[in-house]
Each structure stands twice: as structure tokens, then as C-alpha cells.
């Protein structure tokens, strides 16, 4: 079984599950899970995680998201997006600085209401589904950040712009929501997702190139491995007679630590909130926090798998 996140180039057409279907068939494993759903026309980064990875998923699906969207003015969809039905068009009166000024005032935390066409759940149903169905429910507001947007290109009724944002925003209505502010509507023409946290665009592998990578048997280099994605944690060694403790998941004190690697300041180390631990033959069992009460590190999430 293959063990780490690999970043899928998500196409055009295909769901977030669609290709978590065809890795499994392609890599011949069933432990497959991806990060956070991108909607089927759009495109890019989607980090998936395989073998011990998927407890990663929710860890993952928590870090900054960067996209690339073309918002189209004068228009209202029931999806917020150009494949939904248009329920109102206007013509788009407004200057550009007026509408460069409205896009900016979104940078920032605000409250943001899902939209119906998403695949969050209301009583157990996916609201998606509620939608197709012709009925809405209330959904309460969530809050959000946009660290930055950046207007890349202005030529109306069309603007595209570079988002980053938290968890949990929806771009589409991000796009609806510009359009309500201006007066004339907008919805979504295009998105590209172009970073998940440290995973970005250029880098993303699309299903055939992951198939022929497979086939000549180089796609290892490809998987990034679960420890390389803590690296901001020092890494700690504990000594083989004291391996039996982190191998059923228990917690351990500083003397049971054979070696801390942060260069330079072993003797007399200041305690890390957070550490990477790792028996003396290098294999990774997962990220340990400090107790300070109990004056031990107590595990907060393993990785060791036994196969």
C-alpha cells in the first residue's frame, strides 16, 4: 500500500469523487481520500491521501486555499455560476474603479452564506440535492477570511482575479456576492484552484500522467511523504529500548529521548510544543505534543501503519 498525498491535477468534468474512484483503480488500493471538494467544471490542485495520509484529510482541508476566478458581471444564476440557469441579466453601468473598490472591500473576514448547490449537509441530505429537487433552506452564515485578492485582469463584463482565502469559502458566491454589492449581479465563469496549502498548480499531476509515472514505476518520487508535511515540527528519536511505547501510541518523557534534531541546541533544548517522532531506524510514527503538566509529550496523531 502506498502511504503520502499525491497532487492530483483535477480536470474538468470530473467530481472530487470521480477521481478518488479512478486513483484507486489506477494505484490498486481502496484507502484513498481527497482534501476538499472542487466543483466539476472547475480545475486544479486537489491533494489526495493515500494509505495512513487520509487521517490528514481534515488536517489538510484546515490550510489556505489560493484560486484564480473570472467573475462574469451582469448576471444571476441559481447556481452562482455560468452552468446554472439565468435568472436575471443587467447592464453593467458601473466604472472600473467603482467595481475594482467593491472586490477589495471583500479582503478581509466576513459572513458568508453557503450556497444551495453545495454539497453540504442540511438533516442529512446534501443541499445539492435539496436544490435539484426546487426546494432552499435556510442556511446559517459562516464566517470567512480572504487574505488577499488580486485584480489580474479587468475587461467587462469580465474580471479575473487571484483569491486567497480560508476553509470554507465558496468562490461562486464570493462572485454573486460582488455583483449583489455592485447592483448589476455576477456569477462565476471559470475557477482554477492553484495552491492547497504547500501544494501548488505546477506541480499538480493529472490522472494520465499519475498512470504512466505508475507504469514506468517512478511514482514514489511523486508521493509526498506524510512526515515531509510537519517539517516546521523538530524531529525526536527515541531510543530502541523505549520503542514499544510509541508503538502502541503511549506518551513519553525526556528521558526516553535518544536524540532531538534541531541543530545546535540539543543540551539544554527548549521543550517544542509540537515535535515529528521517529524510532532509531527512521521509521515515522507520528506528531506528539508536549503535557506540561505531566511532563511528558502525549501523541496527537499517529501515522504508523502495520501491514
Not at 153 to 165: E, G, T
Not at 209 to 217: K, L, T
Request: proline residues 3%.
Amino acid at each position: 500500500m502506498i502511504h503520502g498525498v499525491i497532487n492530483v491535477y483535477k480536470e474538468k468534468g470530473f467530481t472530487s469523487h470521480d477521481v478518488v474512484a479512478k486513483l484507486r483503480g489506477i494505484l490498486k488500493q481502496k484507502k484513498i481520500g481527497h482534501t476538499g471538494t472542487l466543483d466539476p467544471d472547475a480545475v486544479g490542485v486537489l491533494p489526495v491521501c493515500l494509505g495512513s495520509a487520509t487521517k490528514l484529510c481534515d488536517m489538510l482541508t484546515d490550510r489556505s486555499k489560493e484560486y484564480i476566478a473570472e467573475l462574469q458581471l451582469g448576471c444571476v444564476t441559481d447556481t452562482q455560476d455560468m452552468t446554472g440557469k439565468v435568472l436575471r441579466q443587467s447592464e453593467v453601468w458601473q466604472q472600473e474603479e467603482e467595481i475594482r473598490n467593491a472586490i477589495m472591500s471583500f479582503k478581509g473576514a466576513s459572513e458568508q452564506i453557503p450556497p444551495m448547490y453545495s454539497a453540504l449537509k442540511v438533516n442529512g441530505k446534501k443541499l445539492y440535492e435539496l436544490a435539484r429537487e426546487g426546494k432552499e433552506v435556510e442556511r446559517k452564515p459562516r464566517t470567512i477570511h480572504i487574505s488577499e485578492i488580486e485584480i489580474q485582469k479587468v475587461q467587462l463584463p469580465l474580471v479575473r482575479m487571484r483569491v486567497v482565502c480560508s476553509k470554507g469559502t465558496y468562490i461562486r458566491t464570493l462572485c454573486n456576492d460582488i455583483g449583489e454589492k455592485l447592483g448589476c449581479g455576477g456569477a462565476m465563469k471559470s475557477l482554477i484552484r492553484s495552491r492547497v496549502g504547500e501544494f501548488m498548480l505546477e506541480d499538480a499531476l493529472t490522472l494520465g500522467q499519475i498512470e504512466a509515472f505508475r507504469d514506468e514505476g517512478s511514482l514514489e518520487e511523486k508521493i509526498v511523504r506524510v512526515d515531509d508535511l510537519f517539517q516546521e515540527y523538530p524531529a525526536c528519536v527515541i531510543g530502541n529500548k523505549w520503542r514499544r511505547l510509541i508503538e502502541n501510541g503511549n506518551g513519553f518523557g525526556k528521558e526516553q529521548i535518544f536524540k532531538m534534531f534541531k541543530p545546535g541546541e540539543e543540551d539544554g533544548l527548549e521543550i517544542p510544543d509540537q515535535i515529528r517522532v521517529y524510532d532509531e531506524d527512521g521509521t515515522f510514527y507520528g506528531i506528539y505534543g508536549w503535557v506540561k503538566e505531566k511532563s511528558q509529550f502525549e501523541p496527537r496523531k499517529m501515522f504508523l501503519t502495520k501491514e
